[in-house]
T-cell receptor, first 107, second 119 residues
């Protein structure tokens, strides 16, 4: 699986958009970009995934660059409950978790 | 989305005993399930792939005789930590592939995890 690079931590004010970047410069053609998050002491939660096109669901939006070498997860209106570790994974099959980004949403 | 449960949610045991952790897909069938281990302040590490009707596939460095996996049915996989020792204390999480909501594409759905403490 291709490796990803994420900033170790980010802060966001409650109610504002949280934009979490991810670099995956060695992604191969059939690998999807997945985003998961883990709230403290819980299992991981699926957020969104995409292949080439931008995607949006009830939780977030995923913006993938045209060359697919990077992506951004957007939480449009962050709440305190969005404080978690966010993992960007590129994969076709098994998921390999990196260190992720610790997102802290503050009042 | 699909729901995956784990039982127990936490367990404390004495060194040398065996502990069984169950992972169930509640509203869908899964021929494959995955087991992860997570130490404090570290990321999830894939331990093994559980295959219904056949042997599990273990990741490099994971002892198959130590971590016994049985995929008994299309909705149940069990992980048994045999002769547990304090260094096996960890957070164990399972996942199962299911269809992402409203799409025909698969993603992984994770259980809530089982915290194991070996004294």
């Amino acid at each position: 699986d291709a490796k990803t690079t994420q900033p170790p931590s980010m802060d966001c004010a409650e109610g504002r958009a949280a934009n979490l970047p991810c670099n995956h410069s060695t992604i191969s053609g059939n690998e999807y970009v997945y985003w998961y998050r883990q709230i403290h002491s819980q299992g991981a939660q699926y957020i969104i995934h995409g292949l080439k096109n931008n995607e949006t669901n009830e939780m977030a939006s995923l913006i993938i660059t045209e060359d697919r070498k990077s992506s951004t997860l957007i939480l449009p209106h962050a709440t305190l409950r969005d404080t978690a570790v966010y993992y960007c994974i590129v994969s076709y099959g098994k998921l390999t978790f990196g260190q992720g980004t610790i997102l802290t949403v503050h009042p | 989305g699909a729901v995956v449960s784990q039982h127990p949610s936490w367990v404390i045991c004495k060194s040398g005993t065996s502990v069984k952790i169950e992972c169930r897909s509640l509203d869908f069938q899964a021929t494959t399930m995955f087991w992860y281990r997570q130490f404090p302040k570290q990321s999830l590490m894939l331990m093994a792939t559980s295959n219904e009707g056949s042997k599990a596939t273990y990741e490099q460095g994971v002892e198959k005789d130590k971590f016994l996996i049985n995929h008994a049915s299309l909705t149940l996989s069990t992980l048994t930590v045999t002769s547990a020792h304090p260094e096996d204390s960890s957070f164990y999480i399972c996942s199962a592939p299911g269809l992402a909501g409203g799409t025909s594409q698969e993603t992984q759905y994770f259980g809530p995890g089982t915290r194991l403490l070996v004294l």
